[in-house]
């Protein structure tokens, strides 16, 4: 084991990808706020505009994330997220550009291309940034990138919509990333792999080594099944929220955006600190205290996530989403850092983006469409109108007790896992 890299520049780093985070997250969360005016300009039912901001994006997202994160755990890592965020932060302002259903759609092919190799080579940079007791705290502190990135692309995607047209809030969102790929290029350093690690790094996995790695760690399964449901759950609830805002109770874009936009940045924010605040001592002491927290909070909010679909007024609706938000944060620093513990360094980025393959068919693809088609089911069927929405996202809400099972589970053997993989 080498000696750590100098504070400085590991909270730097840590900073910067944080930021990247950001905007990887404020693409998905400007599309989903923009659901409503770009539906009706192109005149899409909810199936269609679902396959536009969903699928589109994951086609190539999700396909590409493991070949990407498998040439990451073998050539610069700093190089491939420098890349992968100029091409995403360009396709973006090129969707507001489009003026056609096909323009956008190969525009967000293009936004699914890059943003592949956001992740993966950002978590396992960080892994070799930190010891393995820190790596929990510091990939929470990384989550905290969803907040700002949800907020950007909740309230100034909104804003900026409602004002300009949603075509602006894509180039205000899409310009700037090109300045931080050559942030990145510039002053981020690849860390060597495996320094911070207890045993010498193994040489780089195949996809089939990890695969087959991960099948033989029980905790490792668990996490990626529960990580994978709860993004199905919590992610795929927010993908329609704005849109569910402006139709059952009447908000503008602008007014679903801002105040989906606050609960972003502040509960979100205070879900992702507070995780990091229970779990930075207690998990390096035992990593099971971390999987049996992710379950209880992930059931418990699971609650009123079906409650605020439910109810009428607009005002209790806001409360309770105000106590679902932080959960849609909580678990995702946790898990990340768990999962770097239970695969070795050789196959930490190909493991990392194994989850957002399988989470991102889940809550890009699965969810989104799903939604969609039960909505026009629900319009066409019963003649619910507007409340269709409300009737298909009731029926994916209960699915966070699925996930926080699983999330619980993943403690059985997590110590044993640990070992085996240092």
């Known amino acids: 084991m080498s000696p750590a890299p100098p504070p400085r520049d590991r909270w730097y780093v840590l900073a910067v990808l944080t930021v990247v985070y950001s905007l990887n997250i404020a693409d ?74 096909w323009q956008l759609l190969l525009a967000r092919f293009g936004v699914g291309i890059g943003e592949a190799g956001g992740t993966p080579p950002s978590t396992s940079i960080l892994a070799d940034k930190f010891p393995p007791a820190r790596r929990p705290m510091a990939l929470t502190i990384f989550a905290l990138g969803a907040c700002l990135g949800a907020w950007l692309g909740s309230q100034v995607a909104g804003e900026v919509a409602e004002r300009s047209g949603w075509r602006a809030a894509f180039l205000v969102l899409g310009v700037p990333g090109l300045a931080v790929a050559l942030v990145v290029a510039l002053t981020v350093r690849e860390p060597r792999r495996g320094q911070l690690d207890h045993s010498p790094p193994a040489a780089a996995g195949t996809l089939g080594d990890t695969v087959w790695f991960i099948t033989r760690q029980r905790s490792a399964v668990h996490l990626l099944l529960g990580g994978s449901v709860a993004t199905f759950w919590s992610w795929g609830l927010m993908w329609w929220t704005p849109t569910f805002l402006q139709r059952s109770h009447h908000m503008t874009v602008g007014q679903a955006g801002q105040l989906l936009g606050l609960m972003h940045l502040i509960a979100g924010t205070a879900g992702t600190l507070l995780a990091a605040l229970l779990m930075a001592r207690r998990a390096a002491a035992d990593p099971r205290y971390v999987t049996r927290l992710l379950g209880w909070v992930t059931a418990l909010t699971t609650i009123p996530s079906i409650a605020l679909y439910w109810v009428q007024s607009r005002e209790l609706a806001t409360v309770l989403l105000w106590v679902f938000v932080p959960a849609v944060y909580f678990y995702i620093g946790p898990i990340l850092g768990l999962l770097q513990n239970v695969i070795p360094a050789g196959m930490r980025a190909t493991a990392c983006a194994l989850l957002l393959f399988i989470a991102n068919v889940a809550n890009l693809v699965l969810a989104p469409q799903l939604i969609g088609w039960l909505s026009d089911w629900f319009a066409a069927a019963f003649s619910a109108g507007s409340e269709s929405l409300r009737w298909a996202l009731l029926l994916l809400a209960p699915t966070g007790f699925w996930a926080a099972w699983h999330l619980w589970t993943s403690g059985a053997t997590i110590r044993e896992d640990v070992a085996r993989a240092s």
């Open 28 to 101: 998905r969360f400007s599309i989903s706020t923009l659901i409503e005016p770009i539906r009706e300009e192109l005149h899409l039912s909810d199936s269609g505009i679902a396959f536009l901001t969903g699928v589109a994006l994951a086609v190539f997202y999700v396909t590409l994330g493991i070949p990407i994160a498998d040439l990451a755990d073998r050539v610069s890592r700093r190089n491939i997220l420098a890349i992968s965020i100029a091409v995403w932060s360009g396709m973006t302002a090129l969707c507001g550009l489009a003026h056609s259903y």
